[in-house]
């Protein structure tokens, strides 16, 4: 028997199946794993051993009894800002740092009918704000590819503790590229599903109309077994679509013969490296090798995503973060003599630079007189670029793009200028802002040893062909989380 | 109504709670009166990561809300976010309506002093209602049961001059409202809550002047009274030479008086912006056509029919229908008898007065109700044993016909009979018949009132005056 940790979730499957492991000796193989190594890397904001331990025991039971689900048994780690039900759900924010919430995301929901042990909460940028998760307010996640890097942001945790052999799949949130930037940093596959794929009833909201719940994986193969459990219409999310959910897997090893993947000329604009640029055009051919058409296409509007990004996101994170006032649960400030003094010494204490930074921006775009200029011209942009992507795919199955203008940088490199750490997610915003799926894959290495990752980018509800290109590629060169190995 | 050459301009803010069995985004029961913070949920309490979910049912009530005032109804509506911080709001954001109202454009029509007038309804929008305060010695607790209860804001335009149009207006709305069946509009529960907009101008000018606004008046009588104290205090004021200042004041019922809660300086900058957990709302022209559909005829309509079919007046017309309960109790019963213009006078003088005030069934059937009116039409009794009927019924069903011949309740139209006990109260009355002569005319209805006892009330009242009148004329 290889490294459990070493394990893709379908050799788990297939071992569990096969009666030759035990969902408590994959669980303890990873609470090993975790206690050797998350010192180093600084994955997990809370460990949940003993939940784990009782959700395999159940897992064990589920499957003597012949009633175990695809994941079953199979532990998972996940994002601190996604609901659990008796476990401390903190946003890595002092504000949230003693919030234990009495119900479960949806996507909980779906993990725990499976019985998935939940390792524990893993670390992110506080309220999903950042793209480096250097804005915890409770420690700093190292790159396990290079422990003096970043491991990207939001999901940061996500990504790392993937990536270190920490939990065999986590969840992220992805907002702006919160799961496809970490993923690409720390060299795993992440999944960005199209907007009201997933519920996001459960997922503490940054920008409602842009959070999206996916998973992140070793590989593409294992992305779309994950995506298949968190999936689905709940009607307890208004923006949830109802439609059928796919077997995500269906497409996989089908190949990408005759498949149109376009180069977006505005995706190589300023900003990105010439690693990541080649690294990127290397995947196209390569594409083309395996029989895929590759044409160039033009979408202007992605110019102005980003500044539209920021002001939509901005301006709902400041709405959605009102509710954090002290008043009933989360942090208090000790020091309040009235009810406005409560409120402002809440959250001045409460909420780290970045947060109260989004808020600030947020009720400016919103406020009365700056509205049209800000607010509503975002959505016009918003508006424009949904238009073009619709305009993109018209010609075209994939976009084929960078994730990152550059790979995994220094701890601490840019957390003294905010703007410079905004325009890192450059790439990553406009499918966002689209609401279209994108997936997060290795495509090379940079000199020093880093991974670059690509996107490949579909219409809405086509994460199953996204899955297929996917596959190809991994099929041709390779999964970079399994060559390059955990700790 | 002026006063030193003052009108005033009145335009009303209406909120009326929707009675759905749950909340407007989440599945908690709306029911009143509960124990504090037992009737919420993850969601109305606004707890990370909860989201709001449309109730259908709010969308039906606020439009049908809409057709009965004869609003125009949005096809495509959205609901926004109105964000500021009170401790009664727990998401610090209410969700409403700004710019895409469900309703527009409608009206409804009052009687006012110089008769029948329109008053426009500029819109009614869907909103979620906030928790309450309460303030003890321990300090200020929330009771977010009312967190969420589904809301619908009628804004009118500034239509009505005098404090009776404002209370007109709110009493049909109220009738509209409850004969479409959305709110029980109960204004001391708060089920229907009413903000006062007011500003003066000299009579015969256009411009409007600055208004105030009053919030928390919670009977018709309160608001009579603020809208008589704000419209001295501004119309002085300004004959002093001040300026009026835009701002909320509260109305005392204690003093009667107004004062300054908060100025527009003072005032939150909303923010509004769409809800991004929200669709937008859709109407389709078959959903509005099966809510049309639903609307019961309302009580303008009713009171015409009242007044054309069955002679009533326009002011009982009016009465009957001011419940849809009572409207439809007098038309069932109005079916059954050949004397509707009695019925509805039994029904004002004596159901009404059974009734308590906050309505409740009649538990006589309308065909005992209708038999009444008959019997009294057709002279088989008189009209004081038909409220003897009523009330005997009301306690006890029994068919009143059968009631009169067991208990022998029919009344006496023998003249003969009806002379001798008028003879023997005269006989007995020398000081009576002695008043009437020097001038007394009162001295004959007491006179009346003995023939009456005598015949146990049975007696035909209009025979027994006639032999009384005859009696002390010939005396």
Redesign the interface.
Known sequence: MSDITAMTLGELRRALDAGELSSAEITESYLAAIEKNDEKVGGYITVSAEKARAAAKRADALRAEGKAGPLTGIPAAIKD???TKGLR?T?ASKM?GN?V???D?HVMEGLNAQAVPVLGKVNMDEFAMGSSTENSAFMTTHNPRSLDRVPGGSSGGSAAVVAAGEAPFALGSDTGGSIRQPAAFCGVVGMKPTYGRVS??????F???LDQIGPLTKTVADNALALNSIAGYD?????SVDRETPDFTAEIGKGVKGMKIALLKESFAKGVSGEVKSAVMNAAKVYEGLGAEITELSMPSLEYALAAYYVISS??A??NL????G???GYRSENYSD?TEL?LNSRSEGFGAEVKRRIMLG?FA???GY?DAY?KKALQVRTLVMNDYRSVFDRCDLILAPVAPTVAYKIGEKTSDPLEMYMGDVCTVPVNIGGVPALSMSCGESSEGLPIGMQLIGPAFSETTIYRAGAAFEAAEGAYALERGAF | MTYKGYEMVIGLETHVELKTDTKIFCSCPTAFGAEPNTHVCPVCMGYPGTLPVLNGKVVEYAVKAGLATNCTIARYSKEDRKNYFYPDLPKAYQISQYDLPLCEHGYLDIESEEGAKRIGITRIHIEEDAGKLVHDDSGTLIDCNRCGVPLIEIVSEPDMRSGEEAVAYLRKLRAIILYTGVSDCKMQEGSLRCDVNLSVRKVGEKEFGTRTEMKNLNSFQFILKAIDYEFHRQVDAIERGETIVQETRRFDSVTGKTSAMRSKEDANDYRYFPDPDLPPIIMSEERLRELQSAIPTLPDKRKRDYVERYGLSAYNGELLTSQIETADYFEAAAAKTKHPKLLGNLIISEVFRLLPPEGGDIPIPPESMAKIADMTGDGVINSGTAKKLVGMLWKEDADPVKLVEEQGLGQINDRAALAEVVAAVIAANPKSVADFKKGKLQAAKALIGQAMAKTSGRGNPNIIQELIDAELAEK
């Open positions: 800002n996604i609901c759900t946003c949230l919030f919430p009495p119900y995301a996001r009833y459960g997922l503490v909201a920008a409602s109309s009607r307890r999310d208004a923006t301006a709902e400041s709405s009102a509710r954090f006032d008043v009933r649960y009810i409120y009720t919103l406020s009365s509205y607010y």
